[in-house]
């Protein structure tokens, strides 16, 4: 799909800011919507379509369990 879109997950990644999460929901709504930048009249639409698949994202990830993913147990 687009390639500019990281992977997001461990182990891949070991932490995800909310700018990550971001930039990859609007890197997805362009190149769904052909638009880099939409004109005003779509602007609205767009804006809302990015904080809805950012929203998505974020539970995704918090919702995700990795086999074998760092556990933060306590220490011996």
Do not use: W
């Not at 918090?62 to 993913?69: D, P």
């Amino acid at each position: 799909m687009c390639r500019s879109i990281k992977t997001l997950r461990e182990p891949y990644v070991a932490e995800v800011s909310p700018a990550d999460v971001d930039a990859a929901a609007l890197q997805y709504v362009r190149k769904i919507s052909g638009f880099r930048k939409p004109a005003a009249h779509n602007a609205t639409a767009f804006d809302t379509a990015v904080a809805a698949v950012a929203a998505a994202t974020a539970t995704l990830l918090s919702e995700l369990e990795v086999r074998g993913a760092r556990s933060a147990g306590p220490a011996a």
